[in-house]
């Protein structure tokens, strides 16, 4: 019979016979070729260059061609590539052929000439004239392969002694000298063209964002002059070319702005209303957004000069509204007024609407690591730009049905759950106190009101009735931080229908009763993201998600003060507790879609004054596929706490205030949409109290030789950043076990993750 343990063993050994036969392509190559292995770059200097790996990888990022991709010592791109070209190559090896095939890289299809003049240009683009090339073949007739021999002698570089604008009487020239101040070029810098590019776009961007609507960098040009010194140094010029345009070198004011709020193509404006508000015309008809709450969006004025920052924010700020489908500006010169020094522009900004009303359905099979699976349906409808301002409303409604499906008494039990939750956002602050929107220039912040209830009924334990409601505000302060804050955050709690099975549990557990007790929950949250993922070319990439929960302080200062605690707040026992915890991601990109991911968690919940522990739903776990994948959902911890095999229940009682994770993940392409990782995780909860039903739970100093350590390898298939991941781990350290016992490495008891979006 195939379990997991044999599933396992025959996918390694497939693996391993796979990379065995792919190192084997010497065979395959003809009498008369050598197989292409790279270059080594051997580099000289006559004096000490500083950044030579810099220099060497500039040198590198010429070479051509590039060699045949090689893996773990094989290259099965070319060993499938030559398998199909037998007379019956077989379905596998064709289809293998066009995912993963390569053509084979001869020696023959290099061609060293051209590529030592290829180096020789880089060499001088950076400042090394005439430095010296050698290259040569290093041929292995044995093992019928080569590889080429670049021996680089750098000459000593070119350095600057000084840099001067070339400047007449031209009104740009004045700007020109301002932006100076910020330039890339130094005294004693090298010769570098690259550094002359970005100097010209940097001079470029300065010039647009005061009103040189017509410039382009490339009206500037450098001029280096070498006859004025000796020892290999060069005075730098910078100048505008000769017949530069008129209109390049004149600044442009904006005389009007035209907003055509509900724009189609095809429609004819001078139809439409125009409506003058805030020194702006709106353009349409009817009325679809009220211009009092539109031109806050908007921040090209009239009178002031073209800035493409100024466009840049306008059309993030007014497609964040979520009214909008396209938002278009464009830029029109106006014949009239113009002059020798100053010129005109009409901004016509064009807003397309979605489509008011929308209705999307979402049908999920859901499986569990706790062994429930079921069938979950959401809808959610839709309304944009309710009142005319841009808000949005959302209802949805949902239900979930799961069964458990495992062996033994607890076969059966089934999970139910209908919910319904309306989302009302103003694309605005609703605040008592007026706020200058110029406060956050790189987006308005939304105000969010939040209004849910659930129906959970799990058999043969309990049913649950909760309540929500929330109100507050998120926005994005730049390109990578965001911040949510909502000031009031109230959940309302009632076990209901509880069996004498699930009564008994909570009699044997006090920790667990206290924890459902608290029925009542209202506080703030705050949130801060910084998401620097959305560089994706960056090779260091950095993301941070910070949030603190502070809850039942308000409700304690309004409540009876009369008796013990807890103490109660319209009859209702409050909790009152603070939360804070952060999770911190880093991946480094090795090369292409090759990376390293490394993830931290650390959380912390304190109970005080009304409560003796958190809230249950407010609670800490682990373990799962997108926490320490080689424990199951709810089965690690606290502490070293291992429940009975025969107790069912502990599903309830595993979990904390206090949590630690880290994880390391190598993460790599395969066959086009199918990549691949291996990984390793850690990680725990535990009570900050000691609490005598969940022994080894309490928190400690020895806390690391109580992480649960896990790792294993995944499959994802990934289709435009819609991500199906699959991942087998197996417990290396398992903290419930006896000391000397713990460290596990259960190879033969792995444990499959499946879930949607990667971990971290």
Known sequence: MLNRKNIFRISVLVVAGMLVQACNVKRFIPEDELLYTGAEIKLEAEDSIKAQNRIKEEIVAVLTPDPNTKILGSRPGLYFHYKAQKENPGFINKFLNKKIGEEPVYTSDVDLGQTSDLINNRLENRGFFYSKINASMEEDSTAKKAKAIYKVNLSRPYRMEKFELDADSLNIYPEIKESLAESYIEPGMRFDLTIMKAERERIDKHLKNRGYYNFNPSFLIFEADTNQYDNKKFKLYLKLKNKVPKQAIIPYQIEKVNIYANYEVGTDSVRQDTVRYGNKNFIQNPEFFKPKYLEPYIIIDEGQYFDPDDSRNTARRLGSIGAYKFVNIRYKETDTITSDSLGKLEANIYLSPLKKRSIRAELQAVTKSNNFAGPGLAVTFTNRNLFRGGEILNLTGKFNYEKQISSGDQRGLSSTQLGLETDLIFPRLLFPVNINHNWFRYSIPKTKISLGGDYLNRSKLFSMLSASARFGYYWDANRYVSHEFNPISLNYLRLANTTQEFRDILDDNPYLRNSFNQEFISGLTYSFIYNGHIDQWKKHQFFLNSTLDIVGNSVDLLSNKDGPRPRTFLGLEYAQYAKADADFRYHFIIKGEQKIATRIFAGYGIPYGNSEVLPFTKQYFTGGPYSVRAFRIRSLGPGTYNPDEDNQDSFFDQSGNIRLEANLEYRFPII?????????????????????????????????????IGGGAGLRVDIQNFVIRFDLAVPFHDPGLDKGDRWTFAIDEPVLNFAIGYPF
């Not at 291996?678 to 020895?702: H, I, R, T």
């Open 672 to 708: 086009s949409f199918l990549k691949g990782a291996a990984f390793v995780d850690a990680g725990n909860v535990w009570n900050s109290k000691f609490n005598e039903e969940l022994p080894g739970g309490k928190f400690n100093s020895n806390f690391i030789n109580e992480l649960g």
